[in-house]
């Protein structure tokens, strides 16, 4: 939750304050005349040309596409972010509106409204808010198609120390991150960016050049490095909170570790890749199917795993790291499908299939 810390405003608004005094314009002023205010022809003036710094820039144009759709959320804990989805429903944070049922909204206007909270999935950290009236100029926003672009130019909206519609900018700076769920478990294929993000952001969409949602933002306040959800994790979980209230997430039920050369050397694989599985949980896919790691050996001065099967593949997907695994689960399995995992055990290659179940 986002509670609103008065001394970190003052020192916000101060530092926003000394930067205006100390600076100047982004755009230095060029010798052109068709830069300055008005231009004569003869005896006559013409209308004055804009200057570039005051005609505005993509990101004046992202804002004002997008701004009306973003709204402020007040619950009675704290405040956050959330935007607008279709003519009913609002996306913003799990972790912004907790266990609560009832919201306030405030839309750009000023004009407030009392929303529902319909749906909650901590694992994925999103939340749903049904809302009877909204203005019609908030329409609903778009995600975009795919994934986004290390190096893709953003712009995040969103009300940071309750200052309504503030915008930052910045790029895509990763992809497929793997970040902390309030459950425990981790959110696979989140996006990393460099553009500010501040407590009372949380909930908020980072958007495209082109007006489309890229992520929602979860986390922030680290210099330079703050982390969204991303579109396409988005776009499956929101259907199923609006229809049902939740959203099941794959589970197989291990714990493992990624090999790197000490664990590969200990089971004397050659190439340092995939995931050792150093636990299985009674109940689950993997129990019965997958072989934990019994012993762990001393190599490089450390306690590694060994003897467990090694997770190389899903459904023909290689897995190297363990974000390629939660991505996969997340994006292209649901509770109930089969799937073919591909494990190297005594050195040997083995294909063994899992029938997924709902995470806990």
Not at 40 to 53: D, E, F, Q, Y
Not at 91 to 99: E, G
Not at 199 to 204: A, K, L, T
Request: hydrophobic share 35%.
């Amino acid at each position: 939750m986002e509670k609103f810390n008065r001394r970190r405003l003052l020192q916000a608004i101060g530092t926003v304050v000394a930067g205006g005094v100390a600076g100047c314009n982004a755009r230095p002023s060029q010798s052109n005349s068709s830069d300055s205010e008005t231009t004569r022809v003869g005896s006559a003036s013409t209308t004055p040309v804009p200057n570039p710094s005051e005609a505005g820039s993509v990101y004046t144009d992202v804002y004002n596409s997008t701004a009306d759709s973003v709204v402020f959320i007040r619950a009675s804990q704290g405040q956050g972010t959330g935007f607008v989805y279709d003519s009913n429903h609002v996306i913003t944070n799990a972790h912004v509106v907790r266990q609560e049922r009832a919201v306030s909204l405030r839309f750009k206007a000023g004009e407030w409204t009392d929303g529902t909270v319909i749906g909650i999935d901590p694992h994925s950290d999103l939340a749903v808010i049904q809302v009877q009236k909204i203005p019609s100029e908030a329409t609903g926003l778009s995600f975009i198609d795919g994934s986004a672009t290390i190096g893709q130019e953003v712009v995040v909206i969103g009300n940071p120390f309750n200052l309504n519609g503030t915008v930052t900018t910045g790029i895509i700076s990763g992809i497929d991150r793997s970040i902390p769920a309030p459950t425990g478990f981790r959110i696979p294929d989140a996006i990393q960016t460099d553009a500010a993000v501040n407590p009372g952001n949380s909930g908020g969409p980072i958007m495209s050049l082109s007006g489309n949602v890229v992520g929602v933002i979860n986390s922030g306040g680290a210099e330079n490095i703050a982390f969204g959800i991303s579109a396409a994790l988005t776009s499956r979980v929101v259907p199923a909170l609006i229809q049902s209230g939740d959203y099941n997430h794959s589970y197989i039920g291990v714990e493992f570790e990624p090999v790197d050369p000490a664990i590969a050397d200990a089971n004397d694989i050659e190439d340092p890749r995939g995931l050792i599985i150093v636990e299985t949980r009674s109940d689950t896919p993997a129990s019965g199917t997958l072989q934990s790691s019994a012993t762990e050996l001393f190599v490089e001065g450390r306690e590694v795993p060994a003897g467990g099967d090694i997770i190389i593949a899903v459904d023909g997907h290689p897995v190297n790291t363990a974000e390629d695994l939660g991505s996969y689960l997340a994006l292209q399995t649901s509770p109930g499908d089969t799937i073919q995992v591909t494990v190297i055990r005594d050195r040997k290659r083995r294909q063994l299939s899992l029938q997924l179940i709902s995470r806990p």
